[in-house]
């Protein structure tokens, strides 16, 4: 699993195989995650996970994590880049990033 503590930081997987991006996320607040893959990767799936309560229940406003499985497609250097902002505002070069490189074997 691939976490915020993981960025800046290279990755070997085989060709063929997966690996799993977690990052938090609030969407509630208009930040979201958008994620670049360069050519030889691909994303199999995105999906946002709210965090519950100690109760199990859904806290409004508290956000969550988003979490990708992405896939080495071709072999040689790739990379994921990530900018955590609002879709509908220009970027300021102040946002939050995330950057993995992967070499697939």
């Given at each position: 699993?691939i976490t915020?503590n ?14 799993f ?11 979201s ?10 994303q199999?799936?995105?999906?946002y996970?709210?965090f519950?309560s100690?109760?199990n229940n ?6 969550g994590?988003r ?15 990530a900018?955590y902002?609002r879709?509908?505002?220009?970027k300021?070069?102040q ?8 070499v697939?074997v």
């Open positions: 699993m915020e993981d960025n800046g930081n290279t990755i070997y997987i085989k060709e063929g195989h997966s690996f991006l977690k990052l938090k996320e609030n969407p509630s607040t208009g930040y995650w958008q994620l670049k893959l360069s050519n030889g990767l691909n199999l799936s995105d999906k996970h709210p519950e100690l109760e859904l806290v409004i406003g508290t956000g994590f979490l990708w499985r992405i896939e080495g497609i071709a072999k040689g250097d790739q990379q994921v880049n900018i902002k879709s509908w505002e220009p300021t070069g946002e939050q990033t995330f950057k993995l490189n992967i697939v």
